[in-house]
């Protein structure tokens, strides 16, 4: 088959793979009806997770069709129009049995790479490195679902596939970051970063009842699918003060929720953007935590601030002076996606949750390269890349 | 030595070294974070008891006798299991009689891991064969393979 793999630093190629084939009892081969790139995926990209082996198969977001179904598969059937978790999850170790999904004990089988890390292991994720996993990734005709019974969910008729899509990581991971985040009705909400995720947390938030949602991004065409397709309201941080817009808009309180969605790549303007750049460039930090630091600040006493961004390693500068004195939760996650899904789809079948805006560029597979170019440099308003890996 | 036989060299050595820096990184802590405590005496460090737990009531996880993987390691270890608090399942402890190596603490690992997929789900997730491309003979993509492969016996359990 056909599939696009990492061949070095910012660097992709498509090529012919083997098949994926049935490793364990529970689970199916999916042909691939559509993928997308993520936000994420470019830290692999650029070498950001030294994880990555050449020739490793991208992508964790996407949705297909069952071909072939392990015998140990209870409820999926071939033939089945399926959209899948981007997170590998068994179904029945304490983690997920609290619907803590990405958290799954039995989901990765090379824990000794991050618990040397971060002291645990996380569950396994579609694309993403040896680091979680070293699962093949979506990016291909054929991809192989582990635990098919937790991590698939059937597609409404009325759901197209354009919008059943992005029920796999970006409208999860953001519906995870305003729910957990503790999001109530009459809330106000503010969400760093207007790429997918952090477009569907904002809509998140106004469907959990939020009453005033804020997006911060610089880039004017995300702006402007903000306010056109989720009706949240925006600040542009290229040209205002994000803290003091905040502090006028919500008669001085901040925030009661505030959700980071940029990850360890985060810009930002003066002196604290190129001191991160120049620190992750000389290999002295991982990540460069703009956002998150902002969030903190920004967030109203006895605030929520939830970390959907990835995050590999420490960071410094961190507020946490002002985490500890103004009595914040601080909390992040990968995304628990299969909590969510049922919900999410349900809401896209009524027409409440529309995505199809964020797949700015739908193109065949054989053209990924461009594609993972246009989505890097953000050219010609790129939100999105969606790959058609049947045409 | 051609420069195929070098680089085929340099990769072995490289895998080697990945699972050899992946055995190191366990007990390096990023200056600040997790260091404030001693450090533990080598010897006391391979007898500590090495712990998962598993969703699963005690009489699950010992009662027909241990899983496979762990039975493997026969009379070499000895193995205790206590009721979890809070309704998490069994806590399902192992540790060797005498004071083992590396490779064995490695082998301890593993079965655990094994036991809990098997007590839990039925199975033991695999990875491989997967499909990839094209793998370029460098020493940092060897140096991963090797790392990869260590993983399943790696880790701070």
């Known amino acids: 088959m056909r599939a696009v793999t990492w061949t070095g630093v910012n660097e992709v190629s498509v090529e012919t793979v083997p098949d ?42 996407f949705m297909g069709e069952v071909v072939e179904v392990g015998p140990g598969v209870r409820d999926r059937r071939v033939g089945d129009r399926v959209v899948v978790n981007s997170f590998i999850a068994c179904g029945a170790c304490w ?72 029920a796999s990581d970006a409208v999860s991971t953001g519906w995870m970051g305003a729910d957990l985040a503790g999001t109530k009705p009459g809330d106000t909400v503010a969400v760093w970063g207007a790429g997918g995720v952090g477009q569907m947390a904002a809509r998140a938030a106004m469907l959990l009842g939020a009453e005033q949602v804020y997006v911060v991004d610089r880039l004017p065409e995300r702006l402007e699918q903000v306010r056109r397709h989720v009706g949240a309201e925006v600040i542009d941080y290229s040209t205002t003060d994000v803290m003091a817009e905040l502090r006028e808009r919500t008669g001085g309180r901040g925030p009661d929720v505030c959700i980071e969605a940029v990850g ?38 006895g605030g929520s601030v939830f970390v959907l961004g990835v995050f590999a390693g420490p960071v410094d500068k961190f507020p946490l002076g002002a985490a500890m004195n103004k009595g914040l939760t601080l909390r992040g996650a990968q995304v628990h996606g299969q909590r969510y899904m049922p919900r999410i789809l349900e809401h896209m079948a009524r027409g409440e949750l529309t995505t199809e805006h964020l797949a700015t560029h739908v193109m065949p597979l054989e053209d990924a390269a461009r594609g993972y170019r246009m989505f890097k440099d953000k050219e010609d308003g790129c939100v999105r890349a969606v790959f058609l890996p049947h045409g | 030595m051609d420069l195929n036989q070098l680089i085929g060299r340099a990769s072995g050595l490289a895998g080697g070294a990945g699972a050899a820096l992946l055995k190191q990184l366990q007990h390096v802590r990023v200056p600040g974070a997790g260091q404030a405590s001693a450090t533990d005496d080598p010897e006391v460090a391979a007898r500590r008891w090495r712990a998962v ?22 009379d070499r270890i000895e193995v205790r299991t206590t009721p979890a608090p809070g309704d998490r399942g069994t806590e399902l402890a192992a540790r060797y009689r005498g004071t083992p190596g590396e490779d064995e603490i490695g082998d301890l690992r593993a079965a655990l891991r094994e036991a809990k997929a098997l007590l839990e789900v039925g199975e033991v997730l695999r990875v491989d064969p997967q499909p990839h491309g094209t793998r370029a003979a460098t020493p940092h993509g060897a140096a991963l393979e090797g790392a990869a492969k260590a993983a399943p016996r790696e880790g701070v359990l």
């Open chain 1, 20 to 61: 994926p084939t049935i490793l364990n009892a529970r689970d199916v081969i999916l042909r691939v009806r559509r993928t997308t790139t993520c936000g994420s995926d470019l830290h692999l990209l650029g070498g950001y997770i030294p994880a990555m082996r050449t020739g490793d198969v991208l992508g964790h977001e």
């Open chain 2, 53 to 74: 737990t598993v969703l699963r009531e005690p009489a699950d996880v010992d009662g027909a006798g241990l899983p496979a993987p762990l039975a493997a390691l026969g």
């Open chain 1, 264 to 301: 360890m790549e985060a810009h930002s303007t003066g002196v604290q953007g190129v001191y991160d750049q120049v620190k992750q460039q000389l290999r002295l930090q991982t990540d460069r935590p703009s956002a998150v630091r902002e969030a903190i600040m920004a967030c109203r006493k």
């Open chain 1, 95 to 166: 983690y997920c049995r609290q619907e803590l999904y990405s958290l799954c004990d039995n989901g990765n089988p090379n824990p000794g790479i991050t618990e040397g890390l971060w002291g645990q292991s996380p569950g396994g994720c579609f694309g993403y490195s040896h680091a979680m996993g070293g699962f093949a990734g979506s990016h291909a005709e054929y991809v192989r679902v582990p635990y098919a019974d937790v991590g698939s969910f059937l597609v409404p008729e009325e759901v197209s596939d354009d919008r059943a899509l992005f």
